[in-house]
């Protein structure tokens, strides 16, 4: 499975930014999908996931309320919606496939991980 992330960008506090995550590769039926991010300074965290097969989906408190992890079966895509950005949101923008789609919140749970998109906050 090959992972494109893309979407990130600058943008004030209180905007919007959507990170699209494109597979190929591999359909993802069955597998689970991921973003995580790393501020400067800090360790990977984990921000949303989603199930491919039935939609579930899986955020972090940071995230929840403000962020929307979503799919398109067809484009095998990914996307992150993110709204009401704060500058600590701010970090390199990961997604990543599990296999098992189990456990999503951990990383552990992922074998693919993509390139990362960039995403700044400014206050």
């Known amino acids: 499975v090959q992972l494109q992330a893309s979407g990130g960008g600058l943008v004030q506090a209180g905007g919007s930014l959507r990170l699209s995550c494109a597979a190929s590769?591999?359909?993802?039926?069955?597998?689970?999908l991921g973003w995580f991010r790393r501020a400067p300074g800090k360790e990977r965290e984990f921000v949303a996931a989603?199930?491919?097969?039935?939609?579930?989906?899986y955020y972090s408190d940071s995230a929840k309320g403000r962020f929307t992890i979503s799919r398109d079966n067809a484009k095998n895509t990914a996307y992150l919606q993110m709204d009401s950005l704060k500058p600590e949101d701010t970090a390199v923008y990961y997604c990543?496939?599990?296999?098992?789609?189990?456990?999503?919140?951990?990383?552990?749970?992922?074998?693919?991980w993509g390139q990362g998109t960039e995403v700044t906050v400014s206050s």
């Open positions: 989603v199930k491919w097969s039935g939609g579930s989906t």
């Open positions: 990543a496939v599990s296999t098992t789609g189990w456990d999503l919140p951990r990383a552990s749970a992922y074998e693919y």
């Open positions: 590769g591999r359909a993802l039926n069955y597998y689970g």
